[in-house]
């Protein structure tokens, strides 16, 4: 019939596979804390920073995993790398 007939599954958020530690785990190693504190203003990236405990304290704040993943996704669909500028 028509295009209506397609089941078309909305995209997830994050990607399917990538786990919350992946994404900390990749933005750490591309802004390191002090730029990523910058980016998202939160004390796990501040604080004695640590991937264990970012994702502690991520789990339990909804509206700052949100930050990390939506860094995470905007910097997967640019492929830009902070690296990139470095001099």
């Not at 785990?25 to 802004?31: D, G, K, P, S």
């Not at 604080?47 to 930050?67: H, Q, V």
């Amino acid at each position: 019939m028509g295009d209506r007939d397609k089941t078309d599954k909305p995209k997830r958020y994050p990607p399917e596979g990538v786990t919350l530690e992946m994404m900390v785990t990749a933005l750490y190693e591309n802004y390191g804390w002090q730029r990523l504190s910058e980016k998202i203003n939160v004390n796990c990236f501040k604080e004695n920073p640590s991937i264990k405990s970012s994702l502690k304290f991520l789990r339990k704040t909804p509206w700052a995993r949100t930050k990390v993943e939506q860094l995470y996704i905007w910097r997967a669909k640019t492929g830009w790398d902070p690296r990139d500028n470095a001099k």
